[in-house]
């Protein structure tokens, strides 16, 4: 906890680690996509890695630094 925290709450990530937090998990999706879609030979799994990828980076909660 930093100095000016309240005990009971949990510190809030900076704007900058929120962002790249979204960029890993977009970047983990293209690649989830792509693989899977490869394999499958169905290109629409790309769209849905990156939606995945979007949405976990959006709810993880970036590491404390």
Known sequence: M?????????E???PQA??????VGLV???VVGVVIGA???FWLW??????????T??????PAA
């Open 18 to 23: 929120r962002r790249k937090q979204i960029i």
């Open 2 to 10: 930093s100095k000016g925290s309240k005990p009971g709450k949990p």
């Open 39 to 41: 394999l499958t030979q």
């Open 28 to 30: 983990m999706g293209a």
């Open 46 to 55: 790309v769209p849905a890695g990156l939606a995945l990828g979007l949405a």
């Open 57 to 62: 980076g959006a709810i993880m909660k970036p």
């Open 12 to 14: 809030q990530p900076t």
